[in-house]
């Protein structure tokens, strides 16, 4: 069994995860919704939507597999009436968002090591390499939206880039 504090705090994050990918989901729909011809982007916050889930679903089961119980899911989401004026500001929204997962996580390491629960630690290193590349991700995605905004052929290419970098991450 692992501490209250662990699992309360995995549980929080459980529910981020959770709400990250409800975020990436709206964003993917607004996308489809308003930009249709831009499928690329669309198709990767889809799969980035399932993603977050996934992620969800591995601190599920760690803290079932430690003893607990993961029964804290969000009651109420984040996520209302979302519009965005450009895909800059979504992307810009996103990044943020980003960031902020990864402060969580950071306090979730620093937690276990004020705990003693080097379990959690080393299942915790998982999620610290999954934002760095999150947070590097979205970024490089920011900046070539800021290149290219005004510029539909570039805004073309891009798209079918980032579906071209989609296919070949899977």
Do not use: P
């Not at 620093?110 to 760095?132: G, P």
């Amino acid at each position: 069994m692992f501490s209250e504090k662990i699992q309360i705090g995995l549980k929080k994050q459980l529910n981020r995860e959770l709400e990250s990918s409800q975020l990436y989901l709206s964003m993917a729909s607004w996308v489809e919704c308003k930009h249709e011809s831009l499928e690329g982007i669309s198709n990767f916050l889809y799969d980035h939507s399932d993603e977050e889930r996934k992620h969800m679903l591995k601190l599920i089961r760690y803290i079932n597999k430690r003893g607990g119980y993961a029964d804290a899911f969000m009651e109420k989401t984040i996520i209302e009436n979302v519009s965005y004026n450009s895909l800059k500001e979504l992307f810009q929204k996103l990044f943020e968002h980003e960031k902020i997962i990864s402060e969580e996580i950071n306090s979730l390491v620093e937690l276990s090591l004020q705990e003693r629960d080097y379990f959690t630690y080393n299942f915790l290193q998982w999620y610290v390499e999954e934002q760095i590349e999150e947070e590097a991700l979205t970024k490089m995605i920011l900046s070539k939206i800021k290149l290219v905004e005004k510029d539909k052929a570039g805004l073309y290419l891009f798209d079918r880039d980032i579906k071209n970098f989609h296919l070949n991450r899977e």
